[in-house]
Structures are given as C-alpha cells and as structure tokens.
Nanobody
Framework: QVQLIESGGGLVQAGGSLRLSCEAS????????LGWFRQAPGKEREFVAG????????YYEDSVKGRFTISRDNAKNAMYLQMNSLKPEETAVYYC????????????????WGQGTQVTVSS
C-alpha cells in the first residue's frame, strides 16, 4: 500500500506559478512510476505529467509542455509539479498517482491516488 498526500495548491492569477508536492508513505516510492492528473468541474480526469521511477522518462500533456516540470526525489518519497504561466482553464483539482505498470497516460493504469489539491487560476 502507498498513501499519497498532495499539497501546494491555491489561488493564483493568470500567468502566475505554483509548485505542487506529493508525499508518499508505505511501500518504497522508487517502486512506482508517478503521475499528475487534474479534474475540472464537469470534466473527466485528465493526464498532466508523468515520470519514471529513475527520473529518466518524463511525459507531458501537450498543452503543458514548456510550462510545467515534473520531478521526484525518491530519497524523500516526494514528487513535484512546477507549474508556470498558468491559465484560467487550468483551474482544477490536481491529483498525484502511483503506478506499478509503467503506463503513464491512462488513469486506469494507476494503483494509488491522493485526495487532490485545488488549483484556482483567476483571470
């Protein structure tokens, strides 16, 4: 079992930045590929970014490439999402997730989820 807790969400103006954190407890963090997803009201949960267990593979949804950066620190059992140039349409609850399958883009491939952190981008 892995327990995931997100933090770092909040209210930011369009064009601003936030850094989300995801801390884990339970099984070794390094056993898992990790990902960030988001879900806006009335919309499906969507993939934002993913990172392999060894940091080598990093994957991004097209609209966030060049603005968001995913990273992880296995020694601290932590993952981060640096979000720059935020847009109002990116207002959503952001979730971190852990996958033992190594498939990043689909939510069904993740075994564990955090409770989410709200990100609100004002125009």
């Amino acid at each position: 079992q892995v327990q995931l807790i997100e933090s770092g969400g909040g209210l930011v103006q369009a064009g601003g930045s936030l850094r989300l954190s995801c801390e884990a407890s339970g099984r070794p963090f390094s056993d898992y590929a990790l990902g960030w997803f988001r879900q806006a009201p009335g919309k499906e949960r969507e993939f934002v970014a993913g990172i392999s267990w060894n940091h080598v593979g990093k994957y991004y949804e097209d609209s966030v490439k060049g603005r968001f950066t995913i990273s992880r620190d296995n020694a601290k059992n932590a993952m981060y999402l640096q979000m720059n140039s935020l847009k109002p349409e990116e207002t959503a609850v952001y979730y971190c997730a852990a996958s033992s399958s190594g498939s990043y883009y689909q939510s069904w491939s993740y075994d564990y989820w955090g409770q989410g952190t709200q990100v609100t981008v004002s125009s």
